[in-house]
């Protein structure tokens, strides 16, 4: 299938329990999980009924032995890998895994100047998310970048794979930007707090409901952070963290009333760039 250069099309898994991992999504999101293992790699699709939505894999022993924990990825898409991770080096980035063909494509695993890791492939085996995708159930409706140094990093991506900075919004000291690729709004970026040790990219996966989500990821082990701020869109988002700690997104609806959330730990910024409010919490007893 035709994909645009510069275009978030795959994502990844990497875990230290592939059982428990697959499980874990398939209560929370309602993933399904198709084999494609290769004589050399074990590997599982995640799937949205039919459609492969993400690929689900062992945290490599070498990477462990270095440190690494169990993450998501994103794949961008390029025409050239090699070229590409030149580039990046030349940009002041880090190529951790040098140009590979695979059985997904041909990727190499990197990182940004300030060690956001990412990965990049050309020719793609895997069925790629396309940009009609981004609002379907069980789909990653959102990309976020959570930055160091939130003018430099973009630079760094926009000149990389030629986005364009869409929007951007203050609140205070802190901001919100918006990138675009072939014309489609397809992530944001903010400065992570001092708390985060390393920028990184979260990702956000679509649900119907968000509440019964959420309560689906602290029943399964993780940990859930619910935003009591609703998105121009209707939708709102929480940030969670899988038994194994790696972190991820929800956003859906709320067929729920309010509950406490943490809104001023996201300093009132949406997932969109927009600024919003809190919703004002109904009286009852409990507040009096």
């Known amino acids: ?11 990844e898994l990497m875990t230290t329990d592939v059982p428990a991992a697959a499980a874990f999504y398939r ?21 949205t009924g039919d459609a492969p939505t993400a690929g689900l894999m062992e945290l490599p022993e070498e990477g462990r032995r270095m440190g690494a924990r169990p993450r998501w990825m994103g794949y961008i898409a390029v025409e050239d890998v090699p070229a590409t991770a030149d580039r990046i080096k030349r940009l002041g980035g880090a190529v951790y895994v040098p140009p590979t063909d695979t059985n997904i494509g041909r990727i190499s695993v990197v990182a940004d100047p300030y060690a956001a890791t990412f990965a990049v492939v050309d020719h793609l085996q895997a069925t790629p998310q396309q940009a009609t995708d981004s609002g379907k159930l069980g789909r990653i409706g959102w990309h976020e970048l959570f930055a160091a140094d939130l003018d430099m990093e973009a630079a760094f991506y926009c000149d990389l794979f030629g986005w364009r900075k869409v929007a951007i919004n203050s609140h205070s000291v802190d901001a919100y930007l918006s990138f675009s690729a072939g014309g489609q709004e397809i992530g944001g970026a903010l400065r992570k707090r001092h708390s ?34 609703e998105l121009p869109s209707g939708l709102w988002i929480a940030r969670c963290v899988d038994p194994h700690g790696a972190a991820f997104a929800l956003q859906g609806k709320r067929a729920h009333a ?27 007893a409990e507040d009096s």
Do not use: C, H
């Open 27 to 47: 209560d929370v999101v309602g993933w399904g999980t198709l084999e494609a293992s290769t004589s050399s790699l074990s590997y599982t699709l995640f799937a």
């Open 1 to 11: 299938m035709a994909y645009d250069p510069g275009s978030f099309i795959w994502y």
């Open 196 to 229: 985060e040790p390393v920028p990184f990219w979260l990702f956000y996966f679509n649900v119907e409901d968000l509440d019964a989500a959420v309560d689906r990821v602290s029943a399964g082990g993780g940990r859930a952070l619910l935003n009591d701020v």
């Open 258 to 284: 309010l509950k406490l959330g943490w809104s001023t730990e996201w300093r009132g910024l949406s997932s969109r760039g927009q600024l919003v409010t809190s919703k004002p919490r109904p009286s009852s």
